[in-house]
């Protein structure tokens, strides 16, 4: 991106932007590639919205919050007070905070997802030995949850 622009054009909030523009496609390339970063954030948003309410099901039906996040809807068969109050929460969120804010909550929330979801199998490795397994892991049962 350098050698297309000056580095100090590059202090930007969207900095790839600005080097294309300065290329002869510029324009149209730059429109699309901003087009992109919004639906990337936007389908993000989406599988937070949807894995939530999943979690929310989940923990209701085992006890951990109230029953009502575990009432399924007549017709589509969801998890529909869940997927409101998840709906409500994330509109109000995207529409106080900058999407720079955004983008790094979404990022740091799917890093430490994965780093638990990693740790809890290690653990689980350890504290239930003897509990039946569905598959085989390749590479070992405990390479794969370490590298992760």
């Known amino acids: 991106m350098v050698g297309l622009v000056p580095y100090a054009s590059l202090n930007s909030d969207s900095p790839l932007s600005e080097a294309i523009t300065a290329t002869p496609y ?20 989406m599988m937070s919205v949807l894995s939530q309410t999943r979690l929310f099901y989940a923990m209701a039906h085992d006890g951990l919050l109230p029953h009502i996040f575990a009432k ?4 589509t068969n969801t998890p ?18 900058p999407v720079d804010i955004l983008g790094e909550t979404t990022s740091i929330s799917a890093l430490i997802i994965y780093i638990f979801a990693h740790v809890s199998v290690l653990v689980m490795r350890f504290t239930h030995k003897d509990m039946p397994r569905g598959f085989k892991v390749p590479c070992g ?3 794969i949850p370490t590298v992760g």
């Open 80 to 97: 529909w007070i869940s997927t409101l109050i998840c709906g409500i929460f994330c509109a109000l969120f995207s529409g106080f905070c």
């Open 141 to 143: 049962k405990w390479l």
């Open 72 to 75: 399924l809807h007549r017709k």
């Open 26 to 45: 510029g324009r149209w390339l730059s429109i699309l590639m901003n087009l992109g970063g919004i639906a990337g954030l936007t389908t993000v948003g």
